[in-house]
Nanobody, 113 residues
Framework: VQLVESGGGLVQPGGSLRLSCAASGFTFSNYGMNWYRQAPGKERELVAGISSGGSVRNYADFVKGRFTISRDNAKNTVYLQMNSLKPEDTAVYYC???????WGQGTQVTVSS
């Protein structure tokens, strides 16, 4: 199992980023996917999840209305569109396959002026 996140970077408050997580080594379309994040000195927390087919999505309260999770099963990729970013969104963002217990290496998102 391999999960490779990309798309992080430095963005100003109010800006947007789109994270990608490219998956390999398993049948991607059979598994729900999740995005987590971990800020310095804090525990890792769930940001969003999406079912295997993409029809069910859930979000943490702190990102509802700002972030959108999606997936492309033909490309074995899950995305996290992040809009209206705030400084408190600064963290390393990880994708996670709960049923396999597999994490990516993470991608850093920094929201700062």
């Amino acid at each position: 199992v391999q999960l490779v996140e990309s798309g992080g970077g430095l963005v100003q408050p109010g800006g947007s980023l789109r994270l990608s997580c490219a998956a390999s080594g398993f049948t991607f379309s059979n598994y729900g996917m999740n995005w987590y994040r971990q800020a310095p000195g804090k525990e890792r927390e769930l940001v969003a999840g999406i079912s295997s087919g993409g029809s069910v999505r859930n979000y943490a309260d702190f990102v509802k209305g700002r972030f959108t999770i999606s997936r492309d099963n033909a490309k074995n990729t899950v995305y996290l569109q992040m809009n209206s970013l705030k400084p408190e969104d600064t963290a390393v963002y990880y994708c996670y396959v709960r049923q396999l217990g597999s994490w990516g290496q993470g991608t850093q998102v920094t929201v700062s002026s």
